[in-house]
């Protein structure tokens, strides 16, 4: 069964500090890879998506990793504001059964004044 | 460009009632989906269009939820009878290719089955 696993559930962090949330899978054959950003009471938006040749990606703060070997993933926040309050869903495309997306349950970022 | 839209954004209805809920994706966007997020968990797949044909519904409660995109175009996702359990926000999303394309979310409806 294909699965996504994200670490840590929940965080929390002082405005300005850098955090790196945690993305392991075991999809296979790999399509891609995406990050989301879903704020309270929204639907999630994308930040990020990487293929299989692709080892990092950014959008503005948000830089994202992709270690295709070991089928892990890290997403990096720098200079934390309070609107990165936010869930984060790392979702898997796998290359058989049509392209079907596998979500993890994602990691809640809570930032501080 | 036009977002997906989601309406009604908030259902409150008793156990046992039914509830509709209506998706109308990016123009042109053939793939449409319809997800089940509980509170704290990801979203988890319904049902997936490709133009007006199922993809895959296998985890679709059949026994009570349906849906159909009869003109390929807007969606429509039904529960009868609702159950407590099925409190959740459900989530449309929209694709221009399937698990390729770049996955477009609407707002969501937020059910809660009292």
């Known amino acids: 069964k294909n699965q996504v696993e994200q670490s840590p559930q929940s965080l929390i962090i002082l405005e300005g500090k850098n955090c790196t949330l945690q993305?392991?899978?075991?999809?296979?054959?790999?399509?891609?890879l995406r990050w989301y950003k879903q704020d309270t009471g929204r639907g999630p938006v994308s930040l990020t998506i990487m293929t299989f040749s692709e080892n990092t990606k950014s959008n503005g703060r948000y830089t994202a990793t992709l270690d295709a070997d070991t089928k892990q993933s890290s997403l990096h926040i720098t200079a934390s504001q309070l609107s990165d309050s936010a869930s984060y869903i790392c979702v898997v495309s796998g290359r058989s059964n049509d392209y079907k997306l596998s979500f993890g349950a994602g990691t809640t970022v809570t930032v501080r004044a | 460009e036009a977002g997906v839209a989601q309406s009604p954004r908030y259902k409150i209805i008793e156990k046992r009632q039914s509830v509709a809920f209506w998706c109308n994706p990016i123009?042109?966007?053939?793939?449409l989906y319809w997800y089940q997020q509980i509170l704290g968990q990801g979203p988890k797949l319904l049902i997936q269009f490709q133009n007006n044909g199922v993809v895959d519904d296998s985890q679709l409660p059949k026994d009570r939820f349906s849906a159909e995109r009869l003109k390929g175009v807007d969606s429509t996702l039904k529960i009868q009878p609702a159950k407590l359990e099925d409190s959740a926000v459900y989530l449309c999303a929209s694709s221009s290719g399937r698990g390729l394309g770049e996955l477009f979310f609407g707002e969501g409806s937020r059910l809660t089955v009292l």
């Open positions: 123009s042109g966007h053939a793939t």
């Open positions: 993305c392991n899978y075991t999809v296979s054959p790999f399509s891609n």
